[in-house]
């Protein structure tokens, strides 16, 4: 799946040959300027590309059903580790 999540470049200090979707960007910003950490950061959006690959989707598509099912999933596997 290409699209929203599947690369990691660092947060702050982007590539600039790296496309970047604007929605990932947003939420870079967004966390920039709530002043979350680079590790906050990493997890984020990490967390949100696992979404993205649970969906099948960009996870601006998500429905509050498809979000339910992640949280449950999530849920699980916490209980299965």
């Known amino acids: 799946m290409t699209g929203f999540f599947n690369k990691e470049p660092t947060m702050q ?3 600039l040959d790296t496309p970047v979707s604007p929605l990932r960007q947003r939420l870079i910003d967004d966390m920039n300027m709530r ?3 680079r590790e906050m950061q990493h997890n984020y959006l990490r967390d949100i590309r696992h979404l993205a690959n649970f ?4 996870p601006d598509t998500a429905t509050a059903d498809g979000l339910r099912r992640f949280q449950i999933k999530q849920q699980d596997d916490l209980l299965i580790a």
């Open 13 to 15: 200090h982007l590539n």
């Open 35 to 37: 002043r979350f950490s």
């Open 55 to 58: 969906l099948g989707r960009s």
